[in-house]
């Protein structure tokens, strides 16, 4: 099974887009979304330094559309995507070119989007003095603990020993002081407190625009950040990008439903090293692809052709489904039998595991068609549970 992820900011580079533009068609794909940007993305790309562009107002709109024009690149037919990507998954910002690769939402939409949070995060970030550190290493209880000594918070969890801590320049040179025991701390080159209560602000401003954006529910299952659950609501992915602003980025947890989707084969696209080297540590035997340069192109679809299989959602669209957003034992509510009728937002029932019980609701209105599990069934991450007629959709 292939999982394409997108990274986040501080994974760009000064020149990482000069091989990609020799492209005509690339050049032309990102003057266009540069033009919905408002930025030249092209310079920002090719020219611009690093200072430039760890601006956190240019690196976002930068990081999404430079990852969803490679993807273009990858798969020239969007339909060859749906019959070879099994999941999604991006990190932070990049969850954006996640959604809009799942056609969650559209690539315009995405830059708009991603536009405005860039700029509304770079206005909180410039309220108070604040940035990230990078905590490799230690005992993960001993390094939370740490940091809630500190006032600080674990921003990033990225999996087994990577911890990112943020907060204010204070609490930062506290910990710095005071590290905890077989730690490594790295001070990363970020504008801001990213996913913590110093983003407040922008998670406002997102919050007001995101009511004027229309969604589809995602072709192919979306890994959220900020739990490791799979989205199948177009509006919910959208609501969990406005809030990850201002919430911590639960990478272990996308790593862990990877894991449990079965997993085979990562492709990163550009400009990607990152999450694929967080994968190699944490999913041990699972082969990875960075995907950097295009002359890595064709290997790079011969990659995702080995590790390939279509996606498990059904995409027509006079049905909608139901899925299962995380691994575990079903439980079914008794209020919803074949042919009854159920509400936006209505209960069908929850899902046990290990780690807790996560309550599995109807995204649609309408009318159960057809249960595609039973009551007491294992169910895996992203699993259709129940085929919905939704209201106002003509038999």
């Given at each position: 099974?292939?999982?394409?992820?997108?990274?986040?900011?501080?994974?760009?580079?000064?020149?990482?887009?000069?091989?990609?533009v020799a492209d005509p068609?690339?050049?032309?794909?990102?003057?266009?979304?540069?033009?919905?940007?408002?930025?030249?993305?092209?310079h920002y790309g090719t020219?611009?330094?690093?200072?430039?562009?760890?601006?956190?107002?240019?690196?976002?709109?930068?990081?999404?559309?430079?990852?969803?024009?490679?993807?273009?690149?990858?798969?020239?037919?969007?339909?060859?995507?749906?019959?070879?990507?099994?999941?999604?998954?991006?990190?932070?910002?990049?969850?954006?070119?996640?959604?809009?690769?799942?056609?969650?939402?559209?690539?315009?939409?995405?830059?708009?989007?991603?536009?405005?949070?860039?700029?509304?995060?770079?206005?909180?970030?410039?309220?108070?003095?604040?940035?990230?550190?990078?905590?490799?290493?230690?005992?993960?209880?001993?390094?939370?603990?740490?940091?809630?000594?500190?006032?600080?918070?674990?921003?990033?969890?990225?999996?087994?020993?990577?911890?990112?801590?943020?907060?204010?320049?204070?609490?930062?040179?506290?910990?710095?002081?005071?590290?905890?025991?077989?730690?490594?701390?790295?001070?990363?080159?970020?504008?801001?407190?990213?996913?913590?209560?110093?983003?407040?602000?922008?998670?406002?401003?997102?919050?007001?625009?995101?009511?004027?954006?229309?969604?589809?529910?995602?072709?192919?299952?979306?890994?959220?950040?900020?739990?490791?659950?799979?989205?199948?609501?177009?509006?919910?992915?959208?609501?969990?990008?406005?809030?990850?602003?201002?919430?911590?980025?639960?990478?272990?947890?996308?790593?862990?439903?990877?894991?449990?989707?079965?997993?085979?084969?990562?492709?990163?696209?550009?400009?990607?090293?990152?999450?694929?080297?967080?994968?190699?540590?944490?999913?041990?035997?699972?082969?990875?692809?960075?995907?950097?340069?295009?002359?890595?192109?064709?290997?790079?679809?011969?990659?995702?052709?080995?590790?390939?299989?279509?996606?498990?959602?059904?995409?027509?669209?006079?049905?909608?489904?139901?899925?299962?957003?995380?691994?575990?034992?079903?439980?079914?509510?008794?209020?919803?039998?074949?042919?009854?009728?159920?509400?936006?937002?209505?209960?069908?029932?929850?899902?046990?595991?290990l780690r807790d019980r996560?309550?599995?609701?109807?995204?649609?209105?309408?009318?159960?068609?057809?249960?595609?599990?039973?009551?007491?069934?294992?169910?895996?991450?992203?699993?259709?549970?129940?085929?919905?007629?939704?209201?106002?959709?003509?038999?």
């Open positions: 099974m292939l999982v394409i992820v997108a990274p986040g900011q501080g994974s760009q580079s000064p020149g990482f887009l000069t091989p990609w068609v690339f050049a032309a794909r990102m003057r266009w979304l540069s033009a919905v940007a408002g930025m030249d993305l092209i020219e611009a330094d690093a200072e430039t562009i760890r601006d956190t107002a240019v690196a976002q709109p930068l990081l999404v559309a430079s990852g969803l024009v490679a993807a273009l690149e990858l798969f020239p037919h969007p339909a060859d995507a749906f019959g070879r990507i099994g999941a999604v998954a991006g990190h932070s910002v990049g969850e954006l070119t996640a959604a809009a690769g799942a056609r969650a939402i559209t690539a315009e939409q995405a830059m708009v989007l991603v536009r405005e949070r860039g700029r509304a995060m770079a206005e909180a970030a410039a309220r108070r003095e604040t940035s990230m550190t990078a905590v490799l290493g230690g005992d993960r209880d001993e390094v939370l603990a740490a940091l809630e000594r500190h006032g600080l918070t674990p921003a990033n969890d990225n999996g087994p020993g990577q911890i990112v801590a943020a907060g204010t320049r204070e609490q930062l040179d506290a910990l710095a002081a005071e590290p905890p025991t077989r730690a490594r701390l790295i001070p990363l080159q970020v504008a801001g407190a990213f996913h913590t209560e110093h983003m407040a602000p922008a998670v406002d401003v997102l919050e007001d625009l995101s009511r004027a954006v229309s969604t589809h529910d995602p072709r192919t299952p979306l890994i959220s950040n900020r739990d490791g659950q799979v989205v199948h609501d177009g509006q919910d992915v959208v609501r969990r990008i406005v809030s990850q602003v201002a919430n911590p980025v639960r990478w272990d947890l996308c790593l862990e439903t990877m894991r449990d989707l079965g997993v085979t084969g990562i492709l990163e696209v550009p400009p990607a090293g990152t999450l694929t080297g967080i994968a190699k540590r944490a999913l041990k035997g699972v082969e990875t692809f960075a995907l950097k340069t295009p002359d890595q192109l064709e290997e790079a679809r011969a990659f995702c052709e080995r590790h390939g299989t279509p996606s498990t959602l059904d995409t027509n669209p006079t049905w909608r489904l139901v899925v299962a957003p995380a691994k575990g034992t079903f439980r079914a509510s008794d209020a919803c039998p074949e042919g009854g009728l159920i509400a936006a937002r209505a209960p069908i029932g929850e899902i046990e595991s996560t309550a599995v609701t109807a995204p649609h209105g309408g009318t159960v068609v057809e249960w595609l599990v039973e009551d007491g069934d294992l169910v895996a991450p992203g699993q259709p549970l129940l085929r919905l007629h939704p209201e106002g959709v003509p038999a």
